[in-house]
C-alpha cells in the first residue's frame, strides 16, 4: 500500500502530464480557448469538480450578417413593421433607419461578400 505523500506525488505528476498534453494539442488550434475548472466540497463531504470551456474566435463578439438578417426578420414577425425599440440598435449598427429596409438588406448582403 502506498503512502499518502506518494500517492499525492503521483497524484501531481499525472496532472502535469496530462495538462501538458492538452496544452501542446491546443497549440495546434487556430483559434483561442478558455478552460476553466473548480474544485469544492459540501456540507456533506461530497466532492465536485465543475469544468467548463469556451473557444473564442474572431466572431465571439459580433453577429454574422446571416444571423442580422433572421434577427430582423424575426422581429418583423413579432413587431410587425411598426417602430419598436430595437430599430435605434439597427439604425446605430448601419447608421441609418431601419425604415429604408432595401438600403438595411443591401447592407447586410454586402457584408456577406
Known amino acids: 500500500m502506498k503512502c499518502r ?5 503521483d497524484v501531481e505528476k499525472e496532472y502535469l502530464e496530462q495538462k501538458d498534453k492538452v496544452k501542446e494539442m491546443m ?9 476553466t475548472s473548480d474544485v ?8 465536485y469538480i465543475c469544468k467548463g470551456g469556451r473557444v473564442l474566435s474572431k466572431y465571439r463578439s ?3 450578417p446571416g444571423h442580422v438578417q433572421m434577427l430582423i426578420c424575426t422581429q418583423n414577425w413579432l413587431y410587425g413593421f411598426s417602430e419598436n425599440p430595437s430599430d435605434k440598435i ?5 447608421g441609418h433607419e431601419r ?4 438600403k438595411l438588406l443591401e447592407d447586410v448582403e454586402s457584408l456577406q461578400h
Do not use: H, K, Q
Open 90 to 94: 439597427v439604425e446605430d449598427i448601419f
Open 99 to 102: 425604415s429604408d429596409e432595401s
Open 62 to 64: 459580433s453577429i454574422l
Open 40 to 47: 469544492w466540497t459540501a456540507v456533506t463531504y461530497e466532492g
Open 5 to 9: 505523500n506518494t500517492t499525492v506525488s
Open 27 to 35: 497549440s495546434r488550434i487556430p483559434n483561442r480557448i478558455c478552460l
